[in-house]
């Protein structure tokens, strides 16, 4: 399967505890997004990469959450401190960078899904 | 800021018949719509991609038309199906904030046999 894949697939923690995820995307593609999906609501972009660098971030992320591309590749999303409205569907997508900058379709992964006790 | 907001909230159909879902969008300058399906608790599949300079794309079924410059797209399903159920996502890529999605909440659709 050469989709974008993500890890885990569910998360349960309690409240105050720090969970980590992690994101692959489609090979060769440059370009890394992550979203938040709550339920009956259409997701919200919180960061994105390009190559290693994040170019851009959300006001929803906020301090206690971290992402990182180190090298890249994968991605990973760190949430510190969890706290119960934290619980929702953690989206990863890729897409390729097109010619003269065009821009081009998002793939998605099945999405992490987060409850918060 | 755009604001993208999907009508009907919830569909229900017979199996066969043919279906309009609406999407509309308040900043017109876009680089590019993009439909999906969601099935619950899944992740995004793409079904249509159409670029700001296009009036629409056809793929099998389905068939989605972009007015640009009064900020709507529908997405025409054909005959459906009750594989069809789920819910349908419209997202925009704008000019302004150009590299993330805008979605609207969503259309559930539920195909009855």
């Known amino acids: 399967d050469t989709g974008v894949s993500q890890d885990p697939r569910h998360k349960i923690t309690k409240r105050g505890q720090n969970v980590t995820f992690r994101c692959d995307p489609i090979?060769?593609?440059?370009?890394l997004y992550w979203y938040r999906q709550t339920l009956g609501q259409g997701p919200e972009f919180l960061t994105y990469?390009?190559?290693?660098?994040?170019?851009?971030k959300s006001r929803l992320l906020s301090d206690r959450f971290s992402a990182e591309r180190p090298k890249g590749s994968f991605s990973t999303l760190e949430i510190q401190r969890t706290e119960q409205g934290d619980s929702a569907m953690y989206l990863c997508?890729?897409?390729?960078?097109?010619?003269?900058?065009?821009?081009?379709?998002?793939?998605f992964g099945p999405g992490t899904r987060l409850t918060v006790l | 800021k755009q604001e993208v907001t999907q009508i009907p909230a919830a569909l229900s159909v017979p199996e066969g018949e043919n279906l309009v879902l609406n999407c509309s969008f308040t900043?017109?300058?876009?680089?590019?719509l993009q439909w999906f399906r969601q099935d619950p608790g899944k992740g995004l599949t793409s079904l249509l991609l159409?670029?700001?300079?296009?009036r629409e794309q056809t793929s099998g079924r389905l068939n989605a038309s972009l007015d640009k410059s009064s900020g709507r797209s529908t997405l025409y399903i054909a005959a459906s199906q009750p594989g069809d159920s789920a819910t349908y996502l419209c997202?925009?890529?704008?000019?302004?904030?150009?590299?993330?999605?805008?979605f609207g909440a969503g259309t559930i659709l539920r195909v009855k046999s």
């Open positions: 997508a890729s897409s390729p960078q097109g010619l003269a900058g065009a821009y081009n379709e998002q793939f």
């Open positions: 990469f390009q190559n290693e660098a994040q170019l851009e």
């Open positions: 997202a925009v890529r704008t000019m302004e904030y150009g590299n993330k999605l805008v």
């Open positions: 159409i670029q700001s300079s296009q």
């Open positions: 090979s060769e593609h440059n370009r």
């Open positions: 900043d017109s300058a876009i680089y590019n």
